[in-house]
């Protein structure tokens, strides 16, 4: 079954590996994603995120740069089996060409500064998506989790009242026009509903669950999944198992295909199939996890298949409904 992951966090780490001295190949590593890997798992395209810390990163221009140079440096290296993707062209092209795809893009919209000229240079370096937030506050909106405030417990608390600032609201409209995906994980639900109120085009959760089966905020409630089932968004299924089992404390979380199979049913249920896709997370995530890297996406397969679901359905979900809205929205 082919595999589009809208999600993880594979150029960090390889980054921070590397400024660390230690000697880290794309083609075969100890992190969940590898060229090797990717293979085994019959993945069709995989979203690459630069990933900044606002609260660690002093430069976060600087460290997205960074990591854009890893990725460069991956598609140079790797040339004859991954293959960059700009437009829906290109990933039409790599199939072709049975090589894996590979699409750059931007965890924390912070890493823009508040300047739209940032977020143009990003789109014409070759970024497709990028979340306006992480778990900081920036110039353009409110995230739902800030692990800054020691009173923000596990799992912390939805933010009702902070949306998009209206830099946020600008980025939205130019992010449109220059057809980059506005991806709303992490974002407060002020801004969720901000984001469904000023977009005039499909929005991606690209790594989210459902908040009524796990109540962490990093989730999205029965009213969000129903609205981006009537605006033909999509959310990609998170491998976090935080996110996935509801627990009184994180250490007791586990990640299992079981897991993941009830909370795509249950948006199935609530907001259709065509919504969900898969955004793992990996390499962004220390938890326990039965999928333990990118080769074991056939576990999650047979689960489905178990449960019940379609082949139909389960294509759907690996990566047809990623293809059909990538292709509306690049």
Sequence with gaps: MKVFDMHCDTLMAVNDARKAGEAVSFENNELHIDLNKLKKGDYLLQCMAAFVHLGRDRNPLETAMEEFDVFYQIMDQYKDSIGQVKCFGDLERNMRDGKISAMLTVEEG????????????????????????????????????????????????????????????????????????????????????????????????????????????????????????????????????AFLDQQDKEENCFSSVALMADHIRHIQNVAGIDIIGLGSDFDGIGSRLEMKDASYLPLLERELRKRGFHESEIEKVFYKNAMRVFKELL
């Design 110 to 241: 912070g890493t823009c500064l508040g300047n739209p000229a940032v977020l143009r240079m990003f789109y014409r370096l070759g970024v497709r998506m990028m979340t306006l937030t992480w778990n900081y506050e920036n110039e353009l909106a409110y995230p739902n989790r800030m692990p800054h405030d020691e009173n923000d417990n596990f799992p912390a608390s939805a933010d009702l009242q902070h949306g998009l600032k209206e830099r946020g609201i600008e980025f939205v409209r130019e992010m449109e026009r220059l057809h980059m995906v506005v991806d709303v994980s992490h974002l407060s639900d002020a801004g969720f509903w901000d984001v469904a109120k000023y977009s005039t085009r499909p929005f991606i959760a690209s790594h989210s669950n459902a908040r009524a089966l796990c109540s962490h905020v990093r989730n999205l409630t029965d009213d969000m999944l129903k609205t981006m089932g009537e605006r033909g968004c999509l959310l990609g299924i998170n491998y976090c198992a």
